[in-house]
């Protein structure tokens, strides 16, 4: 009995050790600590990241919005659509948003469409106010 609490024990740590693992610092050709580090794109970092983003959409596409947060960082926008779809939005340049959040802006930004399960279905990109 004892051999199998600590057998259990043993795997609960393992689980433990992979849940609170850091998010990865590329993906692809994507800096992710570049990303992640342009908050709003108030730094235009993320516009030279643009061309890699773009190379690794097939591999954000179907994986769920609480991964890609932890990927890409926490959206600069996040909205909530008709059943129970959800969109992050992540500027690429400087704008607006940068001195008011709440601000209409006319900045390129990338946005990503959940569907209902929480899956990414569908990346745009917009240069003109949501």
Request: without cysteine; charged residues 15%.
């Given at each position: 009995m004892n051999k199998l609490i600590s057998r259990y024990l043993m795997f609960a740590m393992l689980l433990g050790f992979a849940a609170c693992s850091s998010p990865p610092d590329k993906l692809g050709s994507l800096d992710l600590v570049k990303w992640r580090g342009d908050r709003g794109g108030c730094n235009d970092v993320r516009a030279g990241l643009e061309k890699d983003f773009k190379t690794i959409e097939p591999q954000l596409k179907g994986k769920f919005a609480d991964d890609i947060g932890d990927l890409l960082g926490r959206p600069d926008i996040h909205q909530l659509g008709e059943r129970n779809q959800k969109f992050y939005v992540y500027f690429l340049s400087k704008g607006e948003q940068c001195d008011d959040i709440k601000a209409k802006s006319n900045a390129?930004?990338?946005?990503?469409?959940?569907?209902?399960?929480?899956?990414?279905?569908?990346?745009?990109?917009?240069?003109r106010p949501l």
């Open positions: 390129p930004k990338v946005i990503l469409k959940f569907n209902a399960v929480g899956l990414l279905s569908e990346i745009t990109y917009q240069s």
